[in-house]
């Protein structure tokens, strides 16, 4: 935690900011010691050491835990493992698991809550909390770990292990707020093929074919919350030829104190970095090559014909939103997130060009968040002496969570394999992670017309995985 001659904008963690909009922390601290409560326990079975979608999953829940339980990650079963997806850079999982901020036990406290990831792993939890991270192909979910039922776990697909750990970690937090009675007592999930909400994501007919090429020529704009899990959902795609893939990151700020607290690839050592090197270092760890565009999306920005035309978007500036369509790219996908103590679950998909244009979506004036600066964490920030100048711009400050913009990147990312792949593609797909069975998703008209945004072929999409034999 920051010290109070040290807070500012800057350095808000966007979590624990939801403690003082919702008035339960009368003070900065008191916020702090309110998520310094939240613990969770992941539990990881042997399996794991030979399936890229698990590991995945393990490794997308700790980095997402991480940042939101703040009074500690413990993960057991990992000792030894070593990593099967490039997204793991270190010599076992155990040292990743650590390098991330999590604490590798012989076993997790009986009285946490819990997530486990493969195997035959626990089934209660005298805690209460407990629940499986289950996929297959484009399925992905969680049941409760007492049920018998849980998908087959055989077709491996990694995206499905990235978005099964972030409605993993939301049904936790949403348990730890007490937000919701049946969390961890309900199957949570959904087909990243059919997004439709009649669609049941339990049932072999929701699954698509073999996804076997990735998008390989893609322009990023915007590297904080949406962006860096853009990235981080693109390197679990472990693509055969990496060094195919061509992205142009695009942003203009620096990672700041505040930005670890929502972004999936940020961690400190890394404040004050320009955005754009510090993903570049990133991307090219996984093999990928890049280029940078350090500027602001404006009507002055224009995309040369020889740079790639597929965007994915990730900015929370509804002015830069309009000029999307100005660029010159052939195909856009963009996401936003909610903001505020009661939306901050929400998401929205669009995809251009479509039947409304980006100026026209968010050209008019929106209405703002909801003040908060007169909540009591606020108030006692002025009686201490901040500036109310500075105290108002901490309030106006939007909520983040990272397995929010997680959770959208796997829809983002979805969207483009299933583009490139043959598959149904989307205009619109509105949602809230506190019930996404009741979503939106409205199809596309057909193309205007053809379109090669350039692709490759992707390693582990849908392998069958065995499990290994235990002795």
């Known amino acids: 935690m920051q010290s109070l001659q040290d807070l500012d904008a800057d350095n808000l963690d966007r979590m624990v900011k939801l403690a003082m909009d919702t008035a339960e922390a009368a003070s900065y601290e008191q916020a702090w010691q309110i998520f310094g409560r939240y613990k969770i326990g992941i539990v990881v079975g042997r399996s794991v050491c030979h399936s890229a979608t698990q590991q995945v999953a393990l490794l997308t829940a700790v980095r997402l835990a991480v940042r939101v339980f703040k009074g500690g990650v413990s993960v057991t079963g990992v000792a030894g493992l070593l990593p099967a997806t490039p997204l793991c850079t270190s010599a076992t999982l155990s040292d990743e698991v650590l390098a991330l901020g999590a604490t590798v036990v012989d076993d997790v406290d009986a009285a946490l809550p819990c997530i486990t990831i493969g195997g035959d ?96 020529r893609l322009w990023l704009i915007g590297l904080g919350h949406l962006g860096q899990a853009y990235l981080w959902a693109i390197g679990a795609l472990d693509y055969a030829s990496p060094h195919e893939v061509e992205l142009v990151l695009q942003d203009y700020d620096t990672i700041t104190g505040s930005t670890r607290s929502t972004s999936i690839l940020t961690d400190n050592t890394q404040v004050g970095e320009k955005k754009t090197r510090a993903m570049a270092t990133w991307a090219e760890r996984q093999g990928f090559k890049t280029a940078i565009v350090e500027r602001r999306l404006n009507g002055e920005l224009k995309r040369a014909v020889d740079e790639p035309g597929f965007c994915l978007c990730g900015i929370d500036n509804a002015l830069g939103r309009t000029f999307l369509e100005d660029v010159g790219f052939d195909y856009i996908i963009e996401a936003g997130l909610g903001s505020g103590a009661q939306d901050f679950r929400s998401l929205r998909l669009h995809t251009f060009p479509g039947r409304r244009k980006a100026r026209d979506i968010w050209s008019r004036p929106t209405q703002g968040l909801k003040s908060v600066a007169n909540q009591p964490a606020y108030a006692d920030l002025v009686l201490r002496g901040l500036e109310q100048c500075g105290v108002t711009t901490l309030a106006g400050r939007a909520i983040g969570a990272p397995f929010v913009g997680t959770m959208a990147a796997c829809l983002v990312v979805g969207e483009a394999l299933r583009f490139i792949n043959g598959g149904p593609t989307f205009a619109l797909i509105n949602l809230d992670l506190k019930d996404i069975q009741h979503r939106e998703a409205v199809t596309r008209g057909a193309s205007d017309g053809p379109l090669n945004p350039g692709f490759s072929l992707l390693k582990h999409a849908y392998k069958v995985f065995k499990a290994p034999t235990i002795q």
């Open 121 to 216: 792993t626990l089934k209660t939890r005298p805690g209460g909390f407990c629940v499986r991270i289950t996929y297959d192909g484009w399925r992905c979910g969680i049941v409760p770990a007492e049920e018998e039922w849980r998908l087959p776990e055989k077709m491996e697909f990694p995206l499905s292990g990235v978005a099964g750990a972030a409605l993993a970690v939301n049904e936790a937090f949403l348990a730890a707020r007490g937000d919701t009675p049946v969390c961890g007592r309900r199957r949570v999930g959904m087909s990243l093929w059919d997004l439709r909400q009649e669609a049941d994501w339990t049932d072999e007919s929701s699954n698509g074919p073999c996804a076997n090429y990735g998008p390989s």
